[in-house]
Nanobody, 125 residues
Framework: QVRLVESGGGLVQAGGSLRLSCAAS????????MAWFRQGPGKEREFVAS????????NVADSVKGRFAIFRDNVENTAYLQLYHLKPEDTAVYYC??????????????????WGQGTQVTVSS
């Protein structure tokens, strides 16, 4: 079973940027669709972005479109979420997730079987 480990979170001022990383423990990563979700204080976990195994298909939530970008490096077995123009409402724990149905950049939590432990992003105003 693949293990996913997120990193790159932290405290940043509004308008700032961060890059989150999700490192996978084995090469099966290259066949997985990957996604990022987030859970803010007192909120449900919500979809942020997803990418197919070959980077051909991507989806980005409307709430972050134009500010966040998802990409992956199948040599490094790592998925990334680049966050620009951060807002206080982006404050959340960010989770990466993986699915063996690699061709679909799904937006539903139920599609993903593998989850990381999360990384905290805090945006100050």
């Amino acid at each position: 079973q693949v293990r996913l480990v997120e990193s790159g979170g932290g405290l940043v001022q509004a308008g700032g940027s961060l890059r989150l990383s999700c490192a996978a423990s084995d090469n099966m990563f290259r066949s997985y669709a990957m996604a990022w979700f987030r859970q803010g204080p007192g909120k449900e976990r919500e979809f942020v972005a997803s990418i197919s195994y070959d980077s051909v298909n991507t989806n980005v939530a409307d709430s972050v479109k134009g500010r966040f970008a998802i990409f992956r490096d199948n040599v490094e077995n790592t998925a990334y979420l680049q966050l620009y123009h951060l807002k206080p409402e982006d404050t959340a724990v960010y989770y990466c997730a993986g699915s063996t149905s690699g061709g679909t950049a799904a937006t539903s939590r139920e599609f993903y079987s593998y989850w990381g432990q999360g990384t905290q992003v805090t945006v100050s105003s």
